[in-house]
C-alpha cells in the first residue's frame, strides 16, 4: 500500500530565507509525485508534478522538488520565501494506473516579515 | 481554466438531517473525487467516480453515499448527519488519459465547512 509522509507540521521561517519542505512516500510500484499548495480559505492547487524524466521538478511560484527514488523521498525548496506563501502544503503520491491519489497530512509554512 | 465550483462554502446542520453537497465541474472531466479534510489528517478520500452513474468507495465512505447522474455533477449525501461528520469537504475532478497516467492532476474546489450541531 503507499502511504506518504510529511515530516513536518509546521515551518515557520522568516522572508527572503530559503525553505525546504519534507515528504517521504512508500510504494511497491511506479509512483508519480506532487505537491499542492491550499491558501487559507481556498481549495487546493496543483504546484508541481513528477510523471517521469528529470528528477528535478520546477513548478509555480518558484518551488522546486527533487524526487529522490532511493530515500524515497519527493522534498519541496524554494530558495527565497515571501509572506504570501504562507500556505499549507500537501505532497501527494499516487500510482498512476489507478483512480487514487494518497496525501500526506499537509505542511504549514508561515512566513514571517 | 478549469472551474470546480460547489454548492456551498459554508454549512450547518443538525444531527440526523439529510444532507447534499453538491459540486459542479466544467471542463467535462471523467474523474471526480469527494475528499474530506481534518487538521493532522490531511485529505482522505470518501468516494470517487470515474464515468457518469458509476461510483467506488473510498478509504472512508461509511456514513455516505454519492451520486452522478451527469458528468458535470457529484453530489454527497450524508443520510444521517452525525457531529463526527463536521469538517471540511473538497471536491475534485480530474481528466482521464487515453494512454499513460490515470492519476494525474486534480484540480479542486474551494471547499465547504460543514458543521453538523
Known amino acids: 500500500a503507499q502511504s506518504v509522509t510529511q515530516l513536518d507540521s509546521q515551518v515557520p521561517v522568516f522572508e527572503e530565507a530559503p525553505v525546504e519542505l519534507r515528504c517521504n512516500y512508500s510504494s511497491s510500484v511506479s509512483v508519480y509525485l506532487f505537491w499542492y499548495v491550499q491558501y487559507p480559505n481556498q481549495g487546493l492547487q496543483l504546484l508541481l508534478k513528477y510523471l517521469s524524466g528529470s528528477t528535478l521538478v520546477k513548478g509555480i511560484n518558484g518551488f522546486e522538488a527533487e524526487f529522490n527514488k532511493s530515500q524515497t523521498s519527493f522534498h519541496l525548496r524554494k530558495p527565497s520565501v515571501h509572506i504570501s506563501d504562507t500556505a499549507e502544503y500537501f505532497c501527494?503520491?499516487?500510482?498512476?494506473?489507478?483512480?487514487?491519489?494518497?496525501f500526506g497530512a499537509g505542511t504549514r509554512l508561515f512566513v514571517k516579515a | 481554466d478549469v472551474k470546480v465550483t460547489q454548492s456551498s462554502r459554508y454549512l450547518v446542520k443538525r444531527t440526523g438531517e439529510k444532507v447534499f453537497l453538491e459540486c459542479v465541474q466544467d471542463m467535462d472531466h471523467e474523474n471526480m473525487f469527494w475528499y474530506r479534510q481534518d487538521p493532522g489528517l490531511g485529505l482522505r478520500l470518501i468516494y470517487f467516480s470515474y464515468d457518469v452513474k458509476m461510483k467506488e468507495k473510498g478509504d472512508i465512505p461509511e456514513g455516505y453515499s454519492v451520486s452522478r447522474e451527469k458528468k458535470e455533477r457529484f453530489s454527497l449525501i450524508l443520510e444521517s448527519a452525525s457531529t463526527n461528520q463536521t469538517s471540511m469537504y473538497l471536491c475534485a475532478s480530474s481528466p482521464r488519459k487515453k494512454t499513460g497516467v490515470t492519476t494525474d492532476t486534480q484540480y479542486f474546489g474551494p471547499g465547504t465547512r460543514l458543521t453538523v450541531l
Open positions: 501527494a503520491v499516487s500510482d498512476g494506473g489507478g483512480f487514487k491519489t494518497i
